[in-house]
């Protein structure tokens, strides 16, 4: 097992300037640092103490809440904190560098759980792809890296929902601890002559020009923040939270090691049982476990657990430990529509991303609250069945009302989760979607794009023009954006899986932190949201007041 060495350390600082400035990778810098790992394939020990010793807090999942809450748990506390990941190591080429992200999300891609939803009855019967980051840094690790809090109202919206202590000030504090690590930017977005074109275009349709929409307002048009930094090199949760505290000898991470069972005595959580490499190791938490394993994997974990609907845990003969029937429940996500035109002519200014313009317009459910977000797409390479050389528009209705769910496909841990998004499953889904759909056809159609676009629209294409031939297009050309939350969701009634400390009613030394608790999804992209949920489990914690 993999022990801390007593050699002398190297300069600490300087080693954190290597690494920032990528003149030294991960596993340099922690080997450098006095670190040792011990590498088994994708499984790798970073640890300073013995893997089969207690921790006082055990973490599932170090993705972007995972990574987030430990980091608050090291500098808040004197806590031993071991962090237990399924998928293998971020330092890969086409993780670090953004340009080769693509890469990332392809069928067999070992970073990807690469699941699929069930088929879509209103998405032409279809399964959708439901990527999910299995690496350090989950999804973060994987993610578009565009960077949205949300508006002030989704906050506020959980508090007067049932969640207090979630309200926008109240989580404030958190965002920006967040802020500070990440530092995203719009630097690499606003150079292009297309992006600013298409900017000038929307905002001479009547939208206001945000240049921060992560700012007072978030309706008009701005260049997309990203968590990049200005040499392309992406921001995610592991890089940016856990590797400054490499060092520390009270961190442990566990890399290649899927959890498959919580064990519980009476109603306490007191430790997990895991897989590596078909080996079952059982780690015990001296005070806490925190479930990080993200929206689908959340509810997977706590029914396999025993944890969940007693009528779900019995159709696959999995005793109940605690009857929660909100587990699974509530799972909803952005469906995102897209139109799409060729361009005359390659870009002239090298792109180094992709999403460039965000546009945030309508009215949402509460005030100040935009009701759809746009992504523009500059599309170099094409995209599923839409041209390379294109500029697509990608509409998000930001406030869906259809809820579907997470369960069991067998009481197999290997067995992926059944995952029900239940995309369009309400008239106003559809209604809202149509709406949104045809605005951003007439943006995408304006005559001062015509220097960049061509006259005839090649997505849905100009055949396409009654509501019904609309509504036939979308259930073509929409698909996940991969923003589901909700599936173990945050309350006081009775389909809450969580209070608003984040403790799993009904038991004690569990909680959960992840996009999973989420009451309604905030308007906008999950990742700032997820790892301000993390950061706020970790002060919950640490003071409970
Ligand atoms: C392809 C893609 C593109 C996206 N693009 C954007 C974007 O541009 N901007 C944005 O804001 N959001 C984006 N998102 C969404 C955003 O990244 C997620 O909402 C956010 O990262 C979720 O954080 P999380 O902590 O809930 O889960 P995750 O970050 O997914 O972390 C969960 C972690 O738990 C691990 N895990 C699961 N089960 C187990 C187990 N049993 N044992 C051990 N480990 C386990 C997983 O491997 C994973 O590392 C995107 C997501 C995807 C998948």
Redesign the pocket.
């Known amino acids: 097992m993999a022990k801390k060495t007593s050699s002398p350390r190297p300069d600490k600082d300087r080693l954190i300037q290597q690494l920032q400035a990528g003149r030294l990778s991960r596993r340099g810098f922690l080997t450098l640092l006095g670190l040792s790992a011990t590498a088994v394939g994708t499984q790798t020990l970073f640890s300073c103490s013995d893997a089969s010793s207690d921790y006082d807090y055990i973490i599932?999942?170090?993705?972007?809440?995972?990574c987030t809450l430990a980091a608050r748990l090291l500098t808040g506390s004197d806590a031993r904190v071991l962090l237990?990941?399924?998928?293998g190591t971020n330092e890969r080429e086409e993780i670090r560098d953004f340009s080769q992200s693509w890469r990332?999300?392809l069928p067999g891609s070992e970073t990807?759980?690469g699941h699929k939803s069930v088929p879509q009855r209103e998405l032409l019967n279809t399964p959708q792809s439901y990527?999910?980051?299995?690496?350090?840094?989950?999804?973060?690790?994987?993610?578009?890296?565009?960077?949205?809090h949300g508006n002030k109202a989704d906050f506020d919206g959980w508090a007067a929902a049932g969640c207090p202590g979630w309200d926008f000030n109240s989580v404030q504090p958190s965002f920006q601890a967040v802020l500070q690590a990440i530092q995203p930017s719009s630097a690499l977005t606003s150079r292009n002559a297309l992006a600013q074109a298409i900017l000038e275009t929307v905002a001479g349709l009547g939208h206001p020009r945000n240049p921060d929409y992560n700012g007072e307002q978030q309706l008009g048009v701005g260049y997309t923040q990203l968590n990049v930094l200005e040499d392309g090199r992406r921001q995610d949760?592991f890089t940016a939270f856990v590797a400054p505290h490499a060092d520390n000898p009270r961190l442990s991470i566990l890399m290649g090691?899927?959890?498959?069972r919580l064990s519980v005595r009476g109603q306490k959580a007191e430790g997990v049982i895991?897989d590596q490499d078909g080996v079952e190791k059982t780690l015990k938490a001296g005070r806490e476990i925190i479930v990080?394993?993200?929206?689908l994997?959340?509810p997977?974990?706590l029914m396999l657990s025993g944890i969940g609907d007693p009528a779900e845990l019995e159709r696959h003969g999995i005793p109940v430990v605690a009857a929660i029937p909100g587990v699974g429940k509530n799972l909803h996500d952005h469906l995102i529509s897209v139109v799409a035109r060729k361009l005359w002519r390659p870009e002239p200014i090298s792109h180094v991303t992709s999403?460039d313009v965000s546009i945030f317009f309508g009215e949402g459910p509460r005030p100040g609250m935009p009701k759809f977000e746009v992504q523009v797409y500059y599309m170099r390479h094409g995209w599923s069945t839409y041209p390379s050389e294109a500029v697509a528009f990608g509409l998000i209705n930001l406030h869906p009302t259809s809820r579907g769910t997470v369960t069991l496909r067998s009481a197999d841990?290997q067995d992926a989760p059944l995952i029900d998004p239940n995309f369009l499953g309400t008239p106003e889904d559809k209604a809202h979607q149509l709406e949104g759909y045809k605005a951003i056809r007439a943006m995408l159609a304006a005559p001062s794009l015509r220097d960049w676009v061509e006259g005839v629209e090649h997505t849905p294409g100009p055949d396409v023009s009654t509501d019904e031939q609309l509504q036939a297009a979308l259930s073509k050309y929409s698909e996940s954006?991969?923003?589901?939350?909700g599936t173990c969701r945050m309350g006081q009634d009775g389909l809450a899986v969580v209070d608003p400390q984040l403790r799993v009613v009904g038991l004690q030394g569990l909680r959960l932190?992840?996009?999973?608790i989420m009451p309604t999804v905030p308007s906008?992209?999950?990742?700032?949201?997820?790892?301000m949920?993390?950061d706020r489990a970790g002060r919950l914690i640490l003071d409970p007041s």
Do not use: P
Request: with cysteine.
């Open positions: 599932v999942g170090a993705g972007s809440a995972g237990i990941e399924a998928g990332l999300t990807d759980w990527s999910s980051g299995k690496v350090l840094g989950g999804s973060s690790s994987i993610n578009g890296m565009v960077w949205v949760a090691a899927r959890v498959k895991l990080c394993a993200g929206t994997h959340t997977h974990l999403m841990f954006d991969f923003h589901s939350v932190a992840s996009a999973a906008g992209n999950t990742n700032a949201a997820s790892m949920v993390g």
